[in-house]
C-alpha cells in the first residue's frame, strides 16, 4: 500500500507541473510548443485522475481516464495535421 504522503507528495509536483505548462502554453514561442504544451497538459491531468484513483480506490474513473485520453490523443494528431498543413502552404499576402 502507497503511503498517503507520498500521494499528496505527488499531487504537489503534479499541479506544479501543469502551472508549469500552462505557462508554457500561454508564453509560447511558437505554435508548436503551445502544442506539446497541450499534450503534455492531457497527460498529466491522466496522471492526476489515476492518482485519484490510487487515493480513492474508485475504479470507475479508469473508464473516464480511458476515454479522456484518446480524445487527447485525437485532438493532438488534429492539431499537427493542422499545423502542418499551415507550413506547408504559406501564404504571401504582401
Known amino acids: ?7 499528496t507528495l505527488f499531487d504537489i509536483l503534479l499541479v506544479v507541473a501543469i502551472v508549469l505548462c500552462l505557462i508554457r502554453m500561454i508564453k509560447g514561442p511558437g505554435a508548436a510548443d503551445r502544442m506539446v504544451a497541450i499534450d503534455l497538459l492531457g497527460l498529466l491531468i ?16 479508469l473508464d473516464v481516464v480511458l476515454v479522456f485520453s484518446v480524445i487527447a490523443f485525437f485532438g493532438t494528431v488534429a492539431l499537427a495535421h493542422y499545423l502542418q498543413r499551415e507550413s506547408s502552404n504559406p501564404s504571401d499576402k504582401s
Open 1 to 7: 500500500m502507497i503511503p498517503s504522503i507520498v500521494i
Open 46 to 61: 491522466a496522471v492526476l485522475m489515476i492518482a485519484h484513483v490510487i487515493r480513492s480506490g474508485d475504479e470507475t474513473v
